[in-house]
């Protein structure tokens, strides 16, 4: 069974850092691109970043751009992002995602999603 | 950037059918993909371009891409199928988009 599970989500103040981890199971994780895809409780999604299988192409929203970075570690199967300067407009549920495609482009789409990881930006 | 554009609610009454729009422009030459949203749990892929349906996802989900408008459609709706609707494409960008998201009721 394929398995996405984050963490690292909390409470942290304006200007800090986060550091997101998602745990992959169930399949072979270097086969595929992965995304973070966020969501503000009560809203809609909004895609945040993604990297491709090897971790050589990476591509982030314009909000987060230059504040968010998008790593991958093949050999523990794990994604990360890490986020500084937070906002309070970054708080959201934190999606850890597997895109179908070792690159992402108009043929991927996203499947499955984890349960997400909590991020709360307060001072 | 590109945008998609969902109304944001629909009430369907059961034994209907639910038709769901995502409009953008030139939308039909692109591939559209849409998930699924149960109050408290995460996403769900249940069409994926255009039309195509991943295993376990009941046949009466349709899907279909032209012009400036994408539709999903949901035959025969169930009270199991109330949930948030989200239409995603890429953009030009190497971004992808999300709709609006659309709340489906079923009286």
């Known amino acids: 069974e394929v398995q996405l599970v984050e963490s690292g989500g909390g409470l942290v103040q304006p200007g800090r850092s986060l550091r997101l981890t998602c745990a992959a199971s169930g399949f072979t994780f270097d086969d595929h691109a992965m995304h973070w895809v966020r969501q503000t409780p009560g809203k809609g999604l909004e895609w945040v970043a993604v990297i491709s299988w090897q971790g050589g192409y990476t591509e982030y929203a314009d909000s987060v751009k230059g504040r968010f970075s998008i790593s991958r570690d093949n050999a523990k199967n794990s994604l990360h992002l890490q986020m500084n300067s937070l906002r309070p407009d970054d708080a959201a549920l934190y999606y850890c995602?597997?895109?179908?495609?070792?690159?992402?482009?108009?043929?991927?789409?996203?499947?499955?999603w984890g349960q997400g990881t909590l991020v709360s930006v307060s001072s | 950037s590109y945008v998609l554009t969902q109304p944001p609610s629909l009430s369907v009454a059961p034994g209907q059918t639910a038709r769901i729009t995502c409009g953008g422009y030139?939308?039909?030459?692109?591939?559209v993909n849409w998930y699924q949203q149960k109050p408290g749990q995460a996403p769900v892929l249940v069409i994926y371009?255009?039309?195509d349906r991943p295993s376990g996802i009941p046949e009466r989900f349709s899907g279909s891409n032209s012009g400036s408008t994408a539709t999903l459609t949901i035959s025969r709706v169930e009270a199991g199928d109330e949930a948030d609707f989200y239409c995603q494409v890429w953009g030009s960008s190497d971004q992808a988009v999300f709709g609006g998201g659309t709340k489906l009721t079923v009286l």
């Open positions: 995602v597997r895109d179908t495609l070792g690159v992402p482009g108009r043929s991927s789409y996203f499947d499955p």
């Open positions: 371009y255009d039309g």
């Open positions: 030139n939308i039909g030459n692109k591939r």
